[in-house]
C-alpha cells in the first residue's frame, strides 16, 4: 500500500516516484573508467545497507539513530567540539530590513572560521535562526557570497545566482521571514582557500577584479591540487575531510547558541547542492538541528556509481567503511523524526531519475516506520539541479512551520 504523507502540499505524488522509477538520462556519462566500472558496479550490488532503519532488526528509532549516529562519527573521525565559542565581531553594518554582521569563530580543529551573519530588524530576540549552507556551484573563489550579495561583486556571481536561485538571495530571503542566518565559507572556498591566507585583505580586495576566466583556473588549482593534497593529508593524519567539513558546520551551530539573540531550541539549516550535502550531515549528527531542507542532493548510490561519480561524489563525500552500510538517503535520515524536507529536480544532471525516485521512495518509508510521516517533505519538480522560486517557496514554508519566524 503506497505511504502517504499527512500533510499533501509538502509531498509528490506516489505515482509520480513511480512513473520515474525506471528512467535513466538518455545522455548517461557512464565514467570513463573502462572494465573497471563493470566490476564496482557488482560490488555495490552486494551492499547490504545494513544500517538503514529499514532494517527488520530496528524498531526503535532513537536507539537505532543513536547506535548509527556514533559509528558514523567514528567512521568520519568527527572532532570534540569544545565550549565556550571563541569568537569576534570584525564588522556590523545596518541594511534594509536586517542587521549584517561579519565575524570570525574558531573551529573545534583550531581554524577561525569567516561568517556572515543577518540579524532581522523586525521581530523580537531570540530569533529562530538558520544556518545557510552554500553550494559547490563550479567554482572557489567565493562561498557564502553565493547566499549574500555585497556591493561590488563581479558580474559572474550575479550571473550565478541568477541561474542557479533565481537571482534571489537565500539569505536575504529568510532574514525578511524573520529568521537570523548565519553563513560560513566551507573549506577551500574563499577565504578559506590557501591562496587567501598569506595576505586575507589582498585577496578578498584582488579577487573582486577577476574575471569568470580568472575564478576558473583558481577553481581548477584549488580542486586538482589543494583539496586533494588535503584531503589525502588528512586520511594519513587520522582525519576525514568529510568529517572536517561537518565539523566546521557543527561548529556553527555551536556559535550560533552562544549567542543571546538565537532561540537554540529553534535551530534550521538549508542549502543546495554541496550545501544540501551538508545539510543531509549535519541534521543527521547534530540533534540541535531543529528542520532541515535539502535540495538536489538525494539520491542512491545505484544512480550515481557508473554513471557519473566524477561529478557528484567530490573527496568531501569519502567516508571509509560506511557507504556500503548507509546509501546517501539513509544517511540524510539519521535526522529522523526530527522535521526533514528532501527536494529534487527530475533533470538533475548529477544524477539518474530512478536513484531520485528510489531514495525519496525510502525516505518515505523510514519516516513512517518511526511513526513521524508529517515531519518529512519530500518533494519533485520537473526542474534542473537548480533551487528555483517555487522550490524556495516550499523550503521557507516547511522552515517557517517547524521554527516558526516573526514578520
Same mark, same amino acid.
Given at each position: 500500500?503506497?505511504?502517504?504523507?499527512?500533510?499533501?502540499?509538502? *509531498?509528490?505524488?506516489?505515482?509520480?516516484?513511480?512513473?520515474?522509477?525506471?528512467?535513466?538520462?538518455?545522455?548517461?556519462?557512464?565514467?570513463?573508467?573502462?572494465?573497471?566500472?563493470?566490476?564496482?558496479?557488482?560490488?555495490?550490488?552486494? #551492499? @547490504?545497507?545494513?544500517? #538503514?532503519?529499514?532494517?527488520?532488526?530496528?524498531?526503535?528509532? #532513537?536507539? /537505532?539513530?543513536?547506535?548509527? &549516529?556514533?559509528?558514523?562519527?567514528?567512521?568520519?573521525?568527527?572532532?570534540?567540539?569544545?565550549?565556550?565559542?571563541?569568537?569576534?565581531?570584525?564588522?556590523?553594518?545596518?541594511? $534594509?530590513?536586517?542587521?549584517?554582521?561579519?565575524?570570525?569563530?574558531?573551529?573545534?580543529?583550531?581554524? *577561525?572560521?569567516?561568517?556572515?551573519?543577518?540579524?532581522?530588524?523586525?521581530?523580537?530576540?531570540?530569533?529562530?535562526?538558520?544556518?545557510?549552507?552554500?553550494?559547490?556551484?563550479?567554482?572557489?573563489?567565493?562561498?557564502?557570497? +553565493?547566499?549574500?550579495?555585497?556591493?561590488?561583486?563581479? =558580474?559572474?556571481?550575479?550571473?550565478?545566482?541568477?541561474?542557479?536561485?533565481?537571482?534571489? #538571495?537565500?539569505?536575504?530571503?529568510?532574514?525578511?521571514?524573520?529568521?537570523? &542566518?548565519?553563513?560560513? =565559507?566551507?573549506?577551500?572556498?574563499?577565504?578559506?582557500?590557501?591562496?587567501? %591566507?598569506?595576505?586575507?585583505?589582498?585577496?578578498?580586495?584582488?579577487?573582486?577584479? %577577476?574575471?569568470? @576566466?580568472?575564478?576558473?583556473?583558481?577553481?581548477?588549482?584549488?580542486?586538482?591540487?589543494?583539496?586533494?593534497?588535503?584531503?589525502?593529508?588528512?586520511?594519513?593524519?587520522?582525519?576525514? /575531510?568529510?568529517?572536517?567539513?561537518?565539523?566546521?558546520?557543527?561548529?556553527?551551530?555551536?556559535?550560533?547558541?552562544?549567542?543571546?539573540?538565537?532561540?537554540?531550541?529553534?535551530?534550521?539549516?538549508?542549502?543546495?547542492?554541496?550545501?544540501?550535502?551538508?545539510?543531509?550531515?549535519?541534521?543527521?549528527?547534530?540533534?540541535?538541528?531543529?528542520?532541515?531542507?535539502?535540495?538536489? %542532493?538525494?539520491?542512491?548510490?545505484?544512480?550515481?556509481?557508473?554513471?557519473?561519480?566524477?561529478?557528484?561524489?567530490?573527496?568531501?563525500?569519502?567516508?571509509?567503511?560506511?557507504?556500503?552500510?548507509?546509501?546517501?538517503? $539513509?544517511?540524510?535520515?539519521?535526522?529522523?523524526?526530527?522535521?526533514?524536507?528532501?527536494?529534487?529536480? *527530475?533533470?538533475?544532471?548529477?544524477?539518474?531519475?530512478?536513484?531520485?525516485?528510489?531514495?525519496?521512495? +525510502?525516505?518515505?518509508?523510514? /519516516?513512517? +516506520?518511526?511513526?513521524?510521516?508529517?515531519?518529512?517533505?519530500?518533494?519533485?519538480?520537473?526542474?534542473?539541479?537548480?533551487?528555483?522560486?517555487?522550490? @524556495?517557496?516550499?523550503?521557507?514554508? /516547511?522552515?517557517?512551520? *517547524?521554527?516558526?519566524?516573526?514578520?
Amino acid at each position: 500500500m503506497p505511504v502517504k504523507s499527512i500533510d499533501e502540499p509538502f *509531498w509528490t505524488d506516489d505515482a509520480e516516484l513511480e512513473l520515474y522509477a525506471g528512467l535513466k538520462h538518455l545522455d548517461s556519462k557512464e565514467d570513463d573508467i573502462g572494465e573497471l566500472r563493470a566490476c564496482f558496479i557488482k560490488a555495490l550490488s552486494r #551492499s @547490504q545497507f545494513d544500517l #538503514s532503519f529499514l532494517n527488520e532488526r530496528f524498531s526503535d528509532v #532513537s536507539s /537505532w539513530r543513536s547506535g548509527v &549516529v556514533a559509528e558514523l562519527k567514528r567512521a568520519m573521525s568527527l572532532p570534540l567540539h569544545s565550549h565556550p565559542v571563541n569568537s569576534q565581531i570584525l564588522h556590523r553594518v545596518k541594511c $534594509d530590513g536586517y542587521d549584517r554582521e561579519e565575524v570570525v569563530f574558531e573551529s573545534a580543529f583550531g581554524c *577561525w572560521i569567516p561568517a556572515t551573519v543577518l540579524i532581522p530588524d523586525h521581530g523580537q530576540a531570540p530569533f529562530p535562526a538558520v544556518v545557510a549552507l552554500h553550494d559547490m556551484g563550479g567554482f572557489r573563489s567565493f562561498g557564502r557570497e +553565493k547566499l549574500i550579495p555585497f556591493e561590488g561583486e563581479p =558580474d559572474y556571481l550575479k550571473d550565478f545566482r541568477k541561474t542557479n536561485y533565481e537571482g534571489r #538571495s537565500i539569505g536575504i530571503e529568510l532574514a525578511a521571514r524573520g529568521f537570523l &542566518v548565519i553563513c560560513i =565559507d566551507s573549506m577551500m572556498f574563499g577565504e578559506r582557500t590557501p591562496q587567501a %591566507w598569506p595576505d586575507k585583505a589582498a585577496f578578498i580586495r584582488d579577487r573582486l577584479g %577577476w574575471t569568470k @576566466q580568472n575564478s576558473d583556473q583558481f577553481t581548477r588549482d584549488v580542486s586538482l591540487y589543494s583539496e586533494k593534497i588535503a584531503s589525502n593529508t588528512a586520511i594519513l593524519t587520522g582525519l576525514t /575531510w568529510s568529517g572536517m567539513i561537518a565539523g566546521d558546520d557543527i561548529d556553527t551551530v555551536d556559535y550560533l547558541v552562544s549567542r543571546p539573540d538565537v532561540d537554540a531550541g529553534r535551530i534550521g539549516c538549508i542549502g543546495l547542492s554541496y550545501g544540501a550535502y551538508r545539510a543531509n550531515y549535519l541534521a543527521a549528527l547534530d540533534e540541535r538541528i531543529a528542520a532541515a531542507v535539502s535540495v538536489c %542532493w538525494m539520491a542512491t548510490l545505484d544512480s550515481i556509481v557508473g554513471f557519473n561519480v566524477g561529478g557528484a561524489m567530490g573527496y568531501f563525500t569519502l567516508i571509509p567503511g560506511i557507504h556500503t552500510r548507509l546509501d546517501i538517503c $539513509d544517511i540524510a535520515s539519521l535526522a529522523c523524526p526530527r522535521p526533514f524536507m528532501a527536494v529534487s529536480g *527530475w533533470g538533475d544532471h548529477l544524477m539518474q531519475p530512478h536513484g531520485i525516485s528510489s531514495a525519496h521512495r +525510502k525516505l518515505r518509508k523510514i /519516516w513512517s +516506520k518511526a511513526g513521524a510521516a508529517e515531519k518529512l517533505g519530500s518533494l519533485c519538480f520537473d526542474s534542473p539541479h537548480e533551487f528555483n522560486t517555487t522550490m @524556495q517557496e516550499a523550503a521557507f514554508a /516547511w522552515l517557517e512551520r *517547524w521554527l516558526g519566524g516573526k514578520l
